[in-house]
């Protein structure tokens, strides 16, 4: 038997998508999370299971437990533009982030934003992310290194656009090499995995899509990771290029780009009949409200995607988005759906950030639902963690706190952040700091 410790307090997680799964929410208001060398071995009432481990020395936990947060789509590189002013999408980068992302070229940069930017993550309680760096390798290598440091579940990989900028642009074939040593020296360490990443249709020419295709082809392991549909000024100038594919989809469809493995960022401007191949195809969404809502690019169609079928998660698009928190992202996707007539549940907007978003990026077996053989990846949250909240919250349903949580929090309501059964944030651990303080 290995090392065995168990977790009690108030524990909820949800497992499977409440919009077809009626039982998918699982509580135990006096919960118990037993964990062995940082797989969960069990997870119940404590009432059941406290005698089968009363050998097990048991941390109490004040705070409601959920799974850990899975960003499903954010820029490490651009962190330190975010809230930069003044304009939509593709002026947005040639202003502020094209810029920002040439500094990438010296390794002690990227390794300095690494550091920063995972530490963030843990902060606000994300646990797993599947990160945009940039063109350079060494980007790709120095977040992979910080990630794995800290013992988190990352995917990641360079970035491909020979149409690109001065200072930010490949070759077909230096990024055809560079993927493949990356692919090698870094997919399967750890708990890291790798993604193909053409940053959009616009960057890239043809062959460098038809490489990436290939490439996407010969990694059966290896995840598809770039935007699609984000603004409408974007695919008009997709259109334009591409005279004869049927719509933005079918660009990336034509250089073997669309299927299980494709994690789309955005998504909001679908027709039905890209829906219908996105479900078919398997391939999902990753839906970015605030980063949606900060550019003007529009509100995700939550209705549509979920009459076709389309697999979904959340991400912050960090730095278009305005929050590395994924609770706020939840409260953003519920007034994305508001603004479209559509309610999103709050255990519903949870399952996204935690279990949907483990299903896109193909780890929902590994993490996302606190089940047992899973990796014992939680947060730890405080519905007191401000008085608006405190008093929102006082005598409230589940439901109720969950979603005044999702709308009135952000980084002060994690309390804790935990990693394999091992404490990776604490806000209480140094008092004197207001921020809180990294375990271990």
């Not at 069990?42 to 899975?70: E, K, S």
Request: with cysteine; charged share 20%; glycine share 8%.
């Amino acid at each position: 038997m290995g090392n065995l410790r168990a977790f009690r307090g108030e524990v909820l997680s949800v497992g499977d998508d409440p919009l077809h799964a009626p039982d998918a929410v699982a509580y135990h208001a006096d919960g118990l999370l037993v964990v062995e060398d940082g797989i969960i071995v069990a997870r119940g009432d404590h009432a059941r299971l406290a005698a089968r481990f009363a050998d097990v020395p048991v941390t109490p936990i004040a705070g409601l437990i959920v799974p850990g947060f899975i960003d499903a789509h954010v820029h490490y590189p651009q962190m330190d533009r975010i809230a930069s002013h003044g304009e939509q999408l593709l002026d947005w980068l040639e202003r502020h982030i094209f810029p920002a992302e040439k500094a990438f070229a010296d390794r002690a940069h990227a390794d300095a934003l690494a550091t920063v930017f995972l530490d963030e993550l843990l902060r606000h309680g994300t646990t797993s992310a599947l990160v945009f760096p940039t063109v350079h390798e060494g980007s790709v290598d120095a977040l992979f290194e910080a990630a794995l440091a800290r013992k988190m579940r990352v995917a990641s990989g360079k970035v491909l656009m020979d149409l690109g900028p001065d200072g930010l642009k490949d070759t077909v074939e230096s990024a055809r090499h560079e993927t493949e040593a990356l692919i090698a020296r870094w997919a399967g360490r750890g708990r890291l995995s790798y993604a193909i990443t053409p940053r959009f249709a616009l960057t890239s020419s043809d062959a460098q899509l038809a490489m990436a295709g290939a490439l996407l082809a010969a990694h059966p392991d290896v995840l598809l990771h770039t935007h699609l549909a984000e603004n409408r000024h974007e695919c008009a100038a997709v259109a334009a290029r591409f005279p004869h594919a049927s719509d933005y989809l079918d660009v990336y469809d034509r250089f073997g780009l669309v299927g299980e493995r494709s994690v789309f960022a955005h998504g909001i401007h679908l027709s039905d009949a890209m829906c219908t191949r996105l479900a078919q195809s398997g391939a999902g969404i990753a839906v970015c409200p605030s980063s949606n809502l900060f550019l003007g690019s529009g509100f995700f169609h939550f209705g549509q995607a979920d009459r076709h079928g389309v697999k979904l998660g959340l991400g912050t698009d960090i730095g278009a988005g305005t929050s590395f928190s994924m609770l706020y992202t939840q409260g953003q996707a519920y007034q994305a759906a508001l603004a479209r007539e559509e309610r999103l549940d709050p255990f519903r907007a949870l399952y996204l950030a935690t279990a949907g978003s483990a299903r896109l990026l193909h780890i929902a077996d590994k993490v996302g639902a606190l089940a047992v053989g899973q990796e014992a990846d939680f947060v730890v949250l405080d519905a007191a963690a401000t008085p608006l909240l405190a008093r929102r919250c006082a005598g409230a349903s589940l439901a109720e706190r969950l979603f005044a949580m999702q709308i009135l929090g952000d980084d002060r309501v994690v309390a804790q952040t935990w990693i394999m059964g091992e404490c990776a944030w604490d806000k209480r651990a140094a008092p004197a700091r207001q921020e809180g303080a990294l375990c271990g």
